[in-house]
């Protein structure tokens, strides 16, 4: 399955509230329509005050061609779509975003566990927007994430569903690959992963402490982004075996 995942930036003077009430209730009910679109998720920060983006939109496609015939290629952040509901989308963007401060990723997904049956509505989840260390090339970089940290990350104390999502062009993709944690509940993610407000985290529990550990091996916490909300599923087409 293919996936667009967009890190939402409001306008400059626009406040949380307000662009929350447009993406809601303008703009979900345009992009969940998009021409293509087979599944159409958001993500809410648990605490906007500290999260570094506004949101996530995550939009699903069957194919990558019908991903870039609605949102264009994977090294522009713009696209100038031509089919009807994508173009209409488009132009409401201008209404409550920064475009310009708006990273936005094209990869494919792999489902690494799953204890959810693919319903994730109301799940909360962290979005870790992967860098690699400096010195090590992408194929590297995805040997050790694949067959040393995923096994253990999938394992994390509370984690219900975990997936990874693999640039389709790394040479133009914003970041090297993102990393997805489901929980059932707040509590289970921060005693994991630590709090809303930092990159960083030191967790207690056996698996969670063993790959923090390992993090260091292959990313670059630095220049890692990571977000933490609550996921609200706005159209799904996909079975449970395709999800």
């Known amino acids: 399955m293919y996936k667009h995942v967009a890190l939402l930036v409001r306008k400059d003077g626009m406040e949380y509230d307000a662009f929350r009430e447009h993406w809601e209730e303008t703009h979900s009910p345009l992009a969940k329509d998009i021409e293509g679109v087979v599944r159409y998720q958001t ?3 648990t605490d906007p005050d500290t999260a570094e983006f506004d949101g996530i939109a995550e939009l699903y496609f069957q194919s990558l061609d019908d991903l870039h015939e609605a949102l264009g290629s994977e090294g522009s952040r713009d696209y100038d779509p031509s089919r009807e509901v994508a173009a209409e989308a488009r132009k409401d963007v201008n209404e409550f975003l920064d475009v310009e401060r708006r990273p936005r990723f094209i990869g494919e997904e792999r489902v690494w566990k799953d204890e959810v049956d693919g319903k994730t509505d109301g799940l909360y989840k962290h979005s870790a927007f992967l860098v690699r260390k400096d010195g090590m090339n992408h194929d590297e970089f995805r040997g050790h994430w694949e067959e040393t940290h995923s096994p253990l990350a999938k394992n994390i104390e509370g ?36 709090s809303g407000g930092s990159r960083d985290y030191d967790p207690t529990q056996d698996v969670a402490a063993k790959a923090r550990k390992d993090v260091d091996s292959f990313l670059d916490i630095d220049r890692r982004p990571r977000f933490i909300g609550e996921e609200k599923v706005w159209k799904n087409e996909i079975d449970v075996e395709g999800y």
């Open 43 to 45: 993500v809410y920060p």
């Open 159 to 194: 984690v219900v569903r975990y997936q990874t999502v693999y640039p389709t062009d790394p040479d133009n993709a914003e970041f090297d690959g993102v990393a997805e944690l489901y929980f059932e509940s707040l509590n289970d993610l921060h005693e994991a992963l630590g």
